[in-house]
């Protein structure tokens, strides 16, 4: 009766010690597949391979309730196993960080086995690992750092280069399970697929970069031929015209007459080089052979010098010409560019007035800049081609009100003298009302 009543009392034992296993992987499965769960989400959110791979990091240590968790980056190139991220135990404070950056000449016969064998490794310091006692290894890991259980798992390889879970236990030796290196292999897979999309992503942007690249310098080539055959050539006609009607003529013709001749060749051969400084200036800076030197310039010598330059121009189409300063501030720019900025687009602004206009030229602070305003009561600028003219591969120039000429080169070289000069650019236009061109320049501070 009393065996019978042990033999049972052992069954139920038993039972209930299955019964505690049984529910214990249950739950670790749930636990997994949550955790798995978490990776996914976190892949989807992260687009930083290290951020990302730190995140994974504190799942597999808090979900396999390690006691430290690192990932290395193995670099064949440089010889070093480069420790990324460490996640440590808060529970036992006594733990300390290892995270460092090795020789990988230290575990060269691991890493020969990692890269052929693209397998896990675990050691126990009871059981070490062969290859770790081949290299001498174990005695730093597991005798020198106390780690009593470990498993390298690497992933993402490419060129002898791989990532590398290391996960250790310090309280107790551990056998790994089948289920807890699947469900370390599981995370491994989920971050080198997301690894790969991200290097995947940097790709395509890297790639739609130089295209963008290309295009400019295409357009930029096409511009440059098309000013070199049209409006380069034009003024050169008009010149060779006249030069053949004065060498054939000259003696014949009366005085007024040659004047009147010089006059429109000194026109077209100011016209023609103008035009080629531009565009010397503009080429010059696409190939970076421009570089700014800034200086301290003061907006009332600017405005004095711009004025005096175009104040022929203006008076010539009855167009009046004032400007305000509301800044007693300097600007820290380069001096050249800053007057051929300003003088292109005075320009522009009497060339698109109407006789009996007015054009206002402004400097006012503006945070840490100084907003520079041209104004003018001119024909204005169409909405859907505001902000294509600054463009050069935007195509649009319109004659003046008196049928001047252009290229569209002034603006696309205000906007690069003005941004190389760390400052922006823009059009605010109502067509018929007139536009405003502005742009800002850094302040000069002592
Ligand atoms: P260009 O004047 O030689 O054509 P720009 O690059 O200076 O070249 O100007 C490009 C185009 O922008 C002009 O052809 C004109 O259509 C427009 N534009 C520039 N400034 C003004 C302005 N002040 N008012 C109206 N339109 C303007």
Same mark, same amino acid.
């Given at each position: ?16 010690? +299955? ?11 749930? !636990? ?18 290290? !951020? ?9 240590? %808090? ?68 290859? *770790? =006692?081949?290299? #001498?290894? !174990?005695?730093?890991?597991?005798? $020198?750092?106390? /780690? ?8 993402? *390889? ?17 056998? @790994?399970? &089948? ?18 999309? +991200?290097?995947? &992503? ?6 739609? &970069? ?25 003024? *050169?006609?008009?010149?060779? #015209? ?21 006059? %429109? ?16 200036? @503009? ?12 200086? %301290? ?20 189409? %009855? /167009? ?17 560019? =800053? ?7 005075? =320009? ?10 007015? +054009?206002? /030229? ?15 009561? $001119? ?8 902000? $294509? ?18 290229? #569209? ?22 067509? #018929? ?10 302040? *000069?501070?002592?």
């Amino acid at each position: 009766m009393k065996s019978n009543n042990n033999s049972y009392e052992t069954l139920k034992k038993q039972f209930e010690e +299955i019964k505690q296993e049984n529910e214990f992987h249950k739950k670790q499965q749930l !636990d997994f597949s949550r955790a798995l769960d978490k990776i996914a989400e976190i892949i989807l959110k992260n687009e930083k391979p290290n !951020d990302l791979l730190a995140d994974v990091n504190d799942i597999l240590g %808090e979900t396999l309730q390690l006691d430290r968790a690192l990932i290395y980056y193995v670099s064949a190139k440089e010889q070093l196993i480069i420790g990324l991220c460490e996640w440590l135990n808060k529970e036992d404070p006594s733990i300390q960080p290892t995270i460092d950056t090795y020789p990988l000449n230290y575990f060269k016969v691991s890493y020969q086995k990692l890269v052929n064998k693209r397998k896990h490794i675990e050691s126990h310091t009871n059981a070490p690992a062969v290859s *770790f =006692t081949e290299e #001498g290894s !174990d005695k730093v890991l597991h005798d $020198g750092m106390h /780690i009593k259980s470990l498993l390298w798992y690497p992933f993402d *390889f490419e060129n002898g280069n791989f990532y590398l879970f290391a996960l250790n236990q310090l309280s107790h030796v551990r056998r @790994w399970t &089948n289920e807890e290196i699947q469900f370390v292999s599981s995370a491994a897979r989920h971050v080198s697929m997301a690894l790969m999309k +991200i290097k995947l &992503n940097k790709e395509r942007i890297k790639l739609k &970069n130089k295209e963008e690249v290309l295009k400019e310098l295409n357009a930029t080539k096409d511009k440059i031929f098309s000013i070199i055959s049209h409006d380069l050539r034009s003024p *050169f006609n008009v010149l060779l #015209g006249y030069n053949q009607l004065l060498i054939e003529n000259a003696e014949k013709y009366p005085a007024e007459k040659v004047r009147q001749f010089a006059q %429109e060749m000194y026109n077209s051969s100011k016209q023609a080089f103008t035009l080629l400084e531009n565009l010397l200036h @503009w080429s010059s800076l696409q190939t970076g052979k421009l570089v700014p030197g800034p200086e %301290e310039l003061i907006p009332s010598e600017l405005f004095k010098d711009l004025v005096s330059i175009t104040a022929g121009q203006a008076t010539e189409k %009855e /167009i009046s010409l004032k400007t305000e300063i509301h800044s007693n501030d300097k600007v820290r720019a380069d001096r050249e560019m =800053t007057k051929t900025v300003l003088r292109n687009l005075v =320009t522009n602004a009497i060339k698109y007035s109407y006789p009996g206009g007015a +054009i206002t /030229i402004k400097a006012e602070r503006r945070d840490n800049d100084m907003l520079f305003t041209v104004s003018d009561t $001119g024909i204005g600028i169409e909405k859907a081609y505001v902000s $294509g003219i600054f463009n050069v591969d935007c195509n649009i120039s319109k004659p003046g009100t008196s049928n001047e000429s252009g290229t #569209g080169l002034g603006l696309i070289l205000c906007k690069d003298f003005v941004e190389v000069n760390h400052g922006s650019i823009w059009a605010e236009s109502e067509p #018929g009302k007139g536009s405003d061109f502005k742009f800002t320049l850094p302040v *000069f501070s002592v």
